[in-house]
């Protein structure tokens, strides 16, 4: 949203008319005079608003709303859905865990075999059910949940995050469209929404992504048609195995009701927008390479009710669970939940202040000088992230270092703590403290060449393969692929 009106602002301002090179020269300056100023402004007042206290130690943070008697959940199962804003709640988890040296149950890359059915023995170091006590899960998988059963303790707490279906394939056309065979045929998501069938085979691989993708993602059958009696089937086994589902669209609130939920401190759940795709450009704008991207995510009213029916599953497990989320709030209390979003978002400024270069402007990839901070890019768009700011001290450096270090480089810091031994897996970027160790960066992209024959990697660097291949049918009876 912020990210549209500030196209909209740009467009406002007249930039798209501006060549290539005057605008590049007037980003130039405008970055040159912001850093000169807020260089300035850093100096005269931030100093010493930046005391070591900024991230307190103990569990009672000292802002925020007293959490009562509670003690902390320590046991906790996030199913990441995709294009959620799950990024920004996996990173939450990984924080709240390493801060306090719990264990996580981590996929032996950076998933758990997604798109396959979850299964015990993707968690590295897994010994049979129950063997270890593990508390945090939360790397992209399709649930199963007899199987997670088999890793998390019996107290666990579940939950997940929804989003609109619309918005939903918005962002998963932008990020997947090479991946996915229906997107990939289609001129653009307005052309797909048209006559979805047209462009959609089931048998596809990496076709998940363009129908009932949280359908998908909790384990059900993405392919189903839509019946009422199915829907509230598939709602309600999600009801059975998930203690909270939160709304993407109501970001904040959902942190309220997850921190209290689990009894979290108000820090825990302060967090930078990770994952963020860059604004939609104008459709028609000139942005280069990425010029038809405005033009190919354009949706009529009457598209968006299209892709609605097409996600009519989706569109089910959204209306359901906002219906929900919203008697959660009301239970909680509207004027409660307004003074601690307000709280929230406080604090979010804060310590982005604190924490940030530039006060938090996200900024390209590319432009980031800490190669290791580097987010991962994939996908039509381009993926921001953000740069700390340069004279923090140590432990200040390192609080803000865990906000906002991406979730490749975190996992891959979380499998070396709790390995220390193992080798550091392929994909390995970073080790304690951020140093590289890797003397590349990772960043793998789209059309990368490898070996003369151009090839596409999910976000996590995985390949994908480019062409198609059919389900095999395993001994279970089901359809998978491999
Ligand atoms: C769903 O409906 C479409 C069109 O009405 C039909 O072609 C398809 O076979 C149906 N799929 C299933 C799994 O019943
Ligand atoms: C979600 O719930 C809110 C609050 O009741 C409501 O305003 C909004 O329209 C709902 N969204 C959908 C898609 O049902
Ligand atoms: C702070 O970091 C520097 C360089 O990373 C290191 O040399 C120094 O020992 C650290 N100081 C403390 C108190 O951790
Ligand atoms: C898919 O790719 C593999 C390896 O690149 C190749 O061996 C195979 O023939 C391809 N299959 C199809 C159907 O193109």
């Known amino acids: 949203m912020v990210f549209r009106r500030r196209a909209r602002r740009m467009r406002w301002l007249g930039c798209h008319r501006l060549g290539p090179i005057w605008k590049a020269l007037l980003v130039f300056v405008a970055i040159a005079f912001t850093g000169q100023l807020l260089g300035f402004f850093n100096k005269s007042w931030m100093q010493p608003e930046r005391p070591r206290s900024v991230f307190p130690l103990s569990s009672d943070d000292g802002h925020g709303s007293p959490m009562g008697p509670c003690r902390p959940h320590t046991h906790a199962m996030f199913l990441k859905t995709h294009k959620t804003a799950s990024s920004t709640v996996l990173n939450m988890l990984y924080r709240f865990g390493e801060e306090r040296s719990l264990r996580f149950a981590l996929p032996l890359g950076y998933q758990f075999g997604y798109p396959l059915l979850f299964n015990a023995h993707r968690v590295k170091g897994y010994r049979g059910p129950r063997m270890v006590e593990f508390n945090i899960m939360g790397n992209h998988m399709r649930f199963n949940k007899p199987e997670v059963e088999k890793v998390m303790p019996?107290?666990?707490?579940?939950?997940?995050?929804?989003?609109d279906p619309v918005e939903l394939a918005e962002s998963s056309y932008a990020y997947f469209k090479a991946v996915a065979p229906a997107f990939k045929r289609a001129k653009g998501l307005g052309d797909f929404a048209n006559d979805p069938r047209r462009y959609y085979d089931p048998r596809l691989r990496n076709n998940h992504y363009a129908r009932n993708l949280l359908w998908f993602d909790f384990g059900l059958d993405h392919n189903a048609n839509y019946t009422a009696a199915l829907a509230r089937r598939g709602e309600a086994e999600i009801r059975k195995s998930f203690n909270l589902i939160l709304v993407s669209e109501y970001f904040d609130q959902s942190m309220v009701l997850l921190r209290h939920a689990l009894c979290w401190p108000l820090d825990a759940v302060v967090s930078f927008s990770l994952n963020a795709r860059q604004p939609k450009p104008a459709a028609g704008g000139s942005w280069g390479s990425k010029a038809n991207l405005g033009a190919a995510l354009a949706l009529t009213d009457d598209q968006r009710l299209k892709l609605r029916e097409w996600n009519a599953l989706d569109w089910h497990l959204y209306q359901a669970f906002n219906r929900t989320f919203w008697e959660e709030v009301?239970?909680?209390?509207?004027?409660?939940?307004?003074?601690?979003?307000?709280?929230l978002r406080t604090r979010r400024d804060v310590l982005a202040r604190v924490c940030l270069r530039d006060g938090g402007k996200p900024v390209e990839a590319s432009r980031i000088r800490d190669k290791t901070i580097r987010p991962f890019q994939s996908g039509l768009v381009k993926i921001l992230g953000y740069e700390l700011h340069p004279s923090l001290d140590n432990s200040t450096r390192q609080a803000c270092l865990r906000m906002i270090r991406p979730e490749i480089q975190y996992k891959d810091l979380l499998d070396a703590q709790q390995f220390p031994r193992a080798q550091p897996p392929p994909g390995a970027a970073v080790a304690a403290g951020g140093a590289p160790i890797r003397r590349e960066p990772l960043a793998p992209k789209i059309g990368d060449q490898l070996g003369g024959n151009s090839i596409e990697r999910d976000w996590d660097g995985t390949r994908l393969g480019r062409n198609v291949s059919l389900p095999v049918r395993e001994r279970d009876g089901k359809d998978r692929f491999r």
């Open 330 to 343: 009301e239970r909680f209390g509207r004027a409660r939940m307004e003074a601690e979003v307000a709280l």
């Open 154 to 163: 019996a107290d666990t707490f579940y939950f997940s995050i929804v989003r």
